[in-house]
């Protein structure tokens, strides 16, 4: 059952249909709307992965993520700008691309793979090229796989993946100060606030620093509101995301919300990042999938961790229980039909929310 108690879903379904009828004339219907309710919020790819999936069926040749057709889409749901691959474009399509967000007043943010080896710099080096014709805001990267506790069985094992990624942000930056694009690194369940500053400090270049996730800290026991204040010197992208928690046997629940509807002071948090980059552009990241599990009671959990304070864990808990969600979005036993619908409402509503509540 989708939850109503996070998505004004009874109001966004009288103005934009049920279901699958729905389904096949929201982006228009939205459209329409979004004329008098457009935000400088933009959206990152991974929003809108149930709506490509559903025109890919319709029409295979079609895709969403292609740059300039996610652009368009973006703009035609209200949202000022997006966060997408761009790949290596040709001049022309560069061009295009830049073009057009020029006219609309919208923004762009890459994303990227660092460079893995030497072998890897060519690519690497085409798709920043292609980020300085566009003209991006940031090329947001990550560098390790997976969720730290996930992902890694030792801390020996995380170490190595560690080094591993900043020596693929040293072989970076010679490309990023060439091109003088921006590459943002996304705290990504990977390291700590206190292993990410010490990491950008090393590196050290003006041309890399930080894409701010304001959730994805809390998952490795951060302080949100803590993890936001020390990165945002340093921020030059944002991902804008809300949290719905609950406990379980082994942890907590960590679910992606509508913006608004979760447990972060979403206020406090753009106040900061506002403070530190007056003019940072924010990218909504909101993944209409079932909660992650943090599972930090368990003792698979803590080998990668094993220095984090006990007192992080307790206040990480309190505030799980404190803001205890009753429902969350259980998304997987939804039919495709229904997950379409959630997914768009969820980014209805985000951006509504970025628009009245956090002068975006």
Known sequence: ??????????????QFGGTAAAAAVLPRQIALAAKEQS?????????????????????????????????????????????????????????ELRDYAAEHSLFIDAIVAAPKDDDDLERFEAEIGTSAQVGVQAA?????????????KSLAEFRE???????????AVPVVEKHRVRLAVENHKDQRIDERIALLEQIGSEFVGACVDTGNSFALLDDPIEAVERLAPY??????????????????????????GGCFDLKRMVEILKAAKP???FALELITRDPLKVPCLSESYWPTLPAVPG?????????VRAHRAENLQHVSSLTPDKQLELEDANIAASLSYARTSLGL
């Not at 947001?140 to 890694?152: A, D, K, L, S």
């Not at 993946?161 to 072989?171: C, I, P, T």
């Not at 991902?239 to 629940?253: C, I, N, P, S, T």
């Not at 007192?311 to 505030?319: G, K, M, P, V």
Request: a positive charge.
């Open 235 to 260: 921020a030059f992208s944002v991902h804008l995301k809300d949290q719905a928690v609950r406990e379980y046997e082994d942890g907590f629940l960590l679910g992606d919300i509508p913006l608004g």
């Open 311 to 319: 007192r992080d864990l307790a206040r990480t808990l309190r505030f």
């Open 1 to 14: 059952m989708i939850d109503r108690r996070f998505v004004d879903r009874r109001t966004f379904l009288r």
């Open 279 to 281: 003019e940072i552009r």
């Open 161 to 171: 993946f560690e080094a591993r990624g900043k020596r693929m942000l040293q072989r």
């Open 39 to 95: 935000t400088g919020l933009g959206l990152v790819a991974y929003d809108c992965a149930f709506r490509r999936r559903w025109l890919q069926r319709k029409n295979p040749p079609f895709d969403l993520f292609e740059p300039l057709n996610f652009l368009k889409h973006c703009r035609q749901l209200g949202a000022g700008g997006m966060q997408a691959s761009l790949g290596a474009l040709d001049a022309d399509a560069a061009a």
């Open 140 to 152: 947001r990267t990550v560098i390790m796989p997976g969720r730290r506790y996930e992902q890694f």
